[in-house]
């Protein structure tokens, strides 16, 4: 309404109203008094004649079953809708709460989600603040899954985003981590937070054993205790598909079931000796297995072939271009414990697509094996550049398992892409590789999407159940603002940062500063 409003104070009832109607349609009136010129009292008399007649219409149509005002006769019972009430136009300003206001005004604005949360910044389609917190969401019921899936194009805002989510939840006491920092722009969110920092790659001077066992959870995923027996076969599991995710993006093809019978034989023979000598297998006492196997597993010749063939695939951890990362016991640790924890990897920048491949693997199974456990309270784990480290069926399988998993441990997955086409890498269309990709969308029950170009439309919509006006939101998506889906439901936000947050947020510094703290520790490493 305008700053002149008229109001009745003779109540509601029940309303039967078309949605689709205008608003006028609706008995909702309005006039305009620039000036705020005092109303004579003629006038006043005309207006409510004017609404009067308004109201007759409203009821006539049968758009409405009350009129203002108390009932008339004996008991009320002789007519439902009554004029004789007396409509009073009130010419002043009026205080309200949110409240009643969205009572009064429905359709204009949006309900907040009504659940605890750190604030991520300004609700665009509602007003007032959008708070996000995905543990309390899950457990008011407004989620049903605990992970989510950010896309946005370069400099649209979606890592400025991730980050300022990370950050207030880590100081509203969860835990991060975040696999595979390529760019080096979490090593000031880091040290912002007071967390750890551990770069892999040449001139790191960092070894991590891929096959340690990890932490071991009290309990199992049906929330029993876990016994020695379950313990055992998770990390046989852990280990068995690190391995095959890394045969298979060496050799750029799925492993032949000889291949696949020999690397578990392999890996069994390897786990056995090192638990004889007290310490924990690496892969070189893996791929002493397979170099010179027993002579009973040998057997048929396509078993001898196998065992050649792995021996070849697994040499370059070892003696190729992998050599001193992956290759041996662990030189550092991983501390439960630390606020967060980012694995920088800017040092394979300029690697090849399967050193690239093979190094995410190894890192992501290492922590993975430390967090899958509910004992070091609930943590958000990022994927950053998601579908770089998820492009490999093993890998891929390893997300998807892990996604499962997120509510027995407490943990949330935030997969960042460019572009729902990104899933396109996973493999071929209408292979199994793509639609087990596409299947994290569905498990995603938190989804934002800032800025998408036209081409991607017709994907987006399909694939996020978007609507038309859904998508003319995303297409026309300022920098910074973002349309989350929470289970299906629509807010656009707009994310606010604070200055103390700014220069650490804001990617190219963070990437100079990630860039002077490489050179100083391959200085340190040198000397």
């Keep these: 309404m305008s700053q002149k409003d008229f109001v009745d104070t003779g109540g509601y009832k029940d309303m039967v109203n078309d949605i689709q109607q205008k608003p006028e349609e609706l008995g909702i009136f309005s006039w305009d008094d620039p000036n705020e010129v005092d109303f004579t009292r003629a006038e006043k008399r005309a207006l409510e004649r004017k609404v009067r007649k308004k109201y007759q219409r409203e009821v006539d149509r049968e758009r409405v079953n009350y009129i203002p005002g108390p009932l008339y006769g004996p008991g009320g019972a002789n007519r439902k809708n009554n004029f004789f009430g007396r409509i009073v136009s009130v010419f002043r300003t009026r205080r309200t709460t949110s409240y009643v206001l969205a009572a009064a005004y429905p359709f204009v604005a949006s ?10 910044g300004s609700d665009e389609m509602g007003g007032g603040g959008f708070y996000f ?10 989620i049903t899954g605990m992970s989510m899936i950010a896309l946005g194009g370069v400099g649209k805002g979606k890592s400025t985003l991730v980050k300022s989510l990370v950050c207030r939840l880590v100081q509203a006491g969860r835990l991060g981590l ?20 551990i770069s892999v790659g040449q001139g790191s001077g960092t070894r991590i054993n891929p096959l340690d066992a990890g932490n071991r959870p009290k309990l199992n995923v049906d929330g029993q205790p876990l016994s020695d027996e379950e313990w055992a076969q998770m990390v046989r599991e852990r280990r068995l598909s690190l391995m095959n995710a890394i045969c298979v993006v060496t050799e750029g093809r799925e492993l032949t079931s000889a291949e696949s019978n020999v690397l578990a034989i392999a890996l069994d023979e390897a786990q056995a000796k090192a638990a004889l000598e007290g310490r924990t297998v690496i892969i070189p006492d893996l791929l002493d297995e397979v170099r010179s196997p027993a002579p009973e597993l040998l057997g048929r010749a396509s078993r001898a072939e196998a065992f050649e063939q792995l021996a070849n695939t697994l040499e370059r951890l070892v003696e190729g271009d992998l050599k001193g990362m992956f290759d041996g ?5 991983f501390n439960p414990w630390a606020p967060i924890t980012v694995f920088n990897t800017r040092s394979f920048a300029n690697s090849s697509d399967k050193v690239k491949k093979i190094a995410y693997a190894c890192i992501q199974t290492w922590a993975e094996a430390a967090v899958t456990t509910d004992e070091y309270g609930q943590r958000i784990v990022v994927y950053e550049e998601g579908m770089e480290a998820l492009n490999d069926a093993g890998s891929l399988q390893r997300m998807i398992t892990q996604v499962k998993l997120a509510r027995a441990y407490g943990l949330f997955n935030v997969l960042v892409l460019h572009k729902l086409s990104d899933l396109d890498m996973a493999g071929d269309e209408g292979s199994a590789s793509r639609a087990s990709a596409y299947s994290l969308l569905g498990d995603s029950s938190v989804q934002v999407v800032y800025h998408q170009n036209k081409s991607e439309r017709e994907r987006t919509i399909e694939k996020l159940g978007l609507s038309e006006r859904q998508w003319d939101i995303v297409s026309k998506l300022k920098q910074g603002q973002g349309l989350w889906l929470l289970e299906g439901k629509p807010f656009k936000v707009q994310n606010r940062m604070s200055k103390p947050e700014e220069p650490v947020f804001n990617t190219n510094a963070a990437m100079e500063i990630a860039k002077a703290e490489d050179a100083k520790k391959k200085e340190r490493v040198a000397a």
């Design 111 to 120: 309900g907040s989600l009504g659940v605890p949360g750190v604030y991520i």
């Design 133 to 142: 917190d995905p543990w309390e969401l899950y457990a008011a019921g407004v």
């Design 178 to 197: 975040v696999m595979t920092d390529k760019k080096g722009e979490w090593v000031p969110v880091a040290h912002y937070l007071g967390g750890d920092v």
């Design 329 to 333: 016991a662990s030189t550092v640790e």
